[in-house]
């Protein structure tokens, strides 16, 4: 009885960004096995040496030569943000091996620069998808406060890593902004499904200050990664900008009261696809990599299944921390964008066959995105909802009679 999107919304979306071939690749004469054929479809040598090719089609396909403008432009983001300011949640999804560029296409150079040098001009020319996602959701901000301040919105931002401590066997979250807080935990409600919490989230009313919010959280993950001799392909990010709105009363949908929303977006750097071999690896017994190698086997698992049409009731969310954290992106009430990275090296063919075969099985799920209202503005939504199907009802037993 909510409002929903229209139904070619629903699907997840799938996009595949092809990386170019690296210097030291190209040093050793590395062969490319992988090419973008058109807009929607890519051509993989799945046999070093041969001409044995698979074709693939997806909902975007982006060459090696795309810049991270065109990236923002041409995966589905912009969609998904818009749909965000309207009160949807939206998730995007960087899936890959490590060193495919995920970091790279979600946070940009961002993601490795030292931080005196984060606030360059090249930095921000080869900003990700966070940072260009943040300059036009302030841009929408400032046109509708230009508009007699019809809508006012606000934002806040949070940061998390999901990572295994040394000798861990489930995952640990670290709040990025506010690391002294230790493991946090990941608890359940049934208004809010799985959150985190204790998270800190920070106010954002520019994009300005999401930047320094981005900076401040790869700052403490570099230090984190550090002080615990881990590194960032062995574990989870999430960074999420919340997005509340409050429009000015009138609205007939809303029964004359003022219209509240609650959207949202989170991107999603996950761990290297990598890791999914290992935790499948005979006599893989180090506690070290068990935690992120279980939430990414997961996480598998729940594609998989949903993609076979499993009812939701048997889908295993609740085995790792991530997977419940990301319950309402596969098979729930958001939005999702799977980007998924890939080397175009003949050496990682293998690896670039098994993300594109999980991006196409991600194509098959099907979700159920809903406008996140306050409950007395749903109540009113459902009644008027339930009110004209008794309507259309009695109509119907008028004409009988």
């Keep these: 009885r909510r409002r929903m999107v229209r139904d070619e919304s629903s699907c997840v979306r799938a996009v595949v960004r092809l990386r170019p071939l690296l210097a030291h690749e190209l040093d050793r004469g590395e062969e490319e096995c992988c090419e973008v054929r058109d807009a929607t479809s890519m051509l993989v040598r799945t046999a070093p040496g041969t001409r044995q090719w698979r074709q693939y089609a997806f909902d975007a396909c982006l060459p090696s030569d795309r810049s991270q403008k065109q990236a923002f432009q041409e995966s589905g983001v912009t969609s998904l943000l818009d749909s965000a300011i309207e009160g949807y949640a939206g998730t995007v999804l960087a899936y890959g091996q490590t060193g495919s560029g995920k970091t790279h296409t979600i946070l940009g150079r961002l993601g490795q620069a030292a931080d005196a040098s984060s606030r360059g001009e090249d930095v921000k020319r080869d900003d990700g998808l ?8 302030f841009r929408k901000i400032d046109t509708d406060d230009a508009a007699a301040g019809a809508v006012h919105y606000t934002v806040s931002a949070s940061f998390t890593e999901i990572y295994n401590a040394p000798g861990a066997v489930n995952e640990c979250i670290c709040d990025l902004l506010c690391p002294d807080t230790g493991n946090l935990q990941v608890r359940y409600s049934q208004k809010h499904g799985f ?30 990664a550090t002080q615990l001799n881990r590194d960032s392909s062995r574990s989870h990010a999430l960074f999420t900008l919340r997005i509340d709105s409050e429009r000015a009363a009138g609205d007939d949908e809303a029964g ?137 009802e009695l109509e119907v037993y008028r004409a009988r009679f």
């Design 130 to 137: 966070v940072m260009r996602s943040a300059k036009r959701l």
């Design 195 to 224: 959150f985190v919490s204790d998270l800190q989230e920070v106010a954002c009313r520019s994009a300005a200050d999401v930047r320094a919010v981005l900076e401040a959280g790869v700052h403490n993950r570099r230090v984190g």
């Design 256 to 392: 004359g009261a003022p219209a509240r929303t609650y959207g949202k977006i989170t991107f999603v750097d996950l761990a290297g696809s990598e890791r999914l071999k290992e935790s499948l690896s005979e006599g893989n017994a180090r506690k070290e990599t068990q935690a992120i190698n279980k939430s990414l086997f997961t996480l598998g698992k729940v594609i998989a299944q949903l993609a076979q049409g499993k009812n939701a009731r048997h889908v295993p969310y609740r085995d790792s921390k991530l997977t419940q954290l990301l319950q309402e992106s596969f098979g729930g009430g958001a939005l999702c964008l799977m980007v998924t990275c890939i080397s175009p090296a003949a050496a990682h063919a293998e690896e670039s066959v098994n993300s594109l075969n999980y991006a196409q099985k991600a194509m098959n799920i099907r979700n159920r995105p809903v406008v996140r209202l306050d409950e007395h503005q749903q109540l009113m939504v459902d009644l008027r909802h339930e009110n004209a199907a008794l309507r259309r």
